[in-house]
Nanobody, 131 residues
Framework: QVQLMESGGGSVQAGESLRLSCVASGGTTGGNSMAWFRQAPGKAREGVASIFEGSPSDADSVKGRFTIAKDNAKNTLYLEMSSLKPEDTAKYYC??????????????????????????WGQGIQVTVSS
């Protein structure tokens, strides 16, 4: 059974940066889609960024500010967050799929940002951005 453990969250001021990490145990990050999701109080879960091997995709709300990366040798997923805004405040979750998960549009396929496509979830970690 794959277990995911997030770290790196906390409270920051708007405009600052944070890096989230997610270590996978009981499985491998290699060959599997992995992603970050977030959920703010009273809001639906949102796919933030996803990656399959070297190919990432991210939500419009974080494009240009967040970067997802994966180190298969360390079985670790990262989310580099910069220029943080108060609306980025949420609990962030790491997720892993059993295999590759994509969505296709206009003849191109991208790593999935759909929660239902992922099989394993971390407990989540809080990120709070104050103005």
């Amino acid at each position: 059974q794959v277990q995911l453990m997030e770290s790196g969250g906390g409270s920051v001021q708007a405009g600052e940066s944070l890096r989230l990490s997610c270590v996978a145990s009981g499985g491998t990050t290699g060959g599997n889609s992995m992603a970050w999701f977030r959920q703010a109080p009273g809001k639906a879960r949102e796919g933030v960024a996803s990656i399959f091997e070297g190919s990432p995709s991210d939500a419009d709300s974080v494009k240009g500010r967040f970067t997802i990366a994966k180190d298969n040798a360390k079985n670790t997923l990262y989310l580099e967050m910069s220029s943080l805004k108060p609306e980025d405040t949420a609990k962030y979750y790491c997720a892993a799929a059993n295999g590759r998960r994509t969505f296709c549009r206009g003849g191109y396929c991208f790593p999935s940002l759909k929660g239902a496509d992922f099989d394993h979830w971390g407990q989540g970690i809080q990120v709070t951005v104050s103005s």
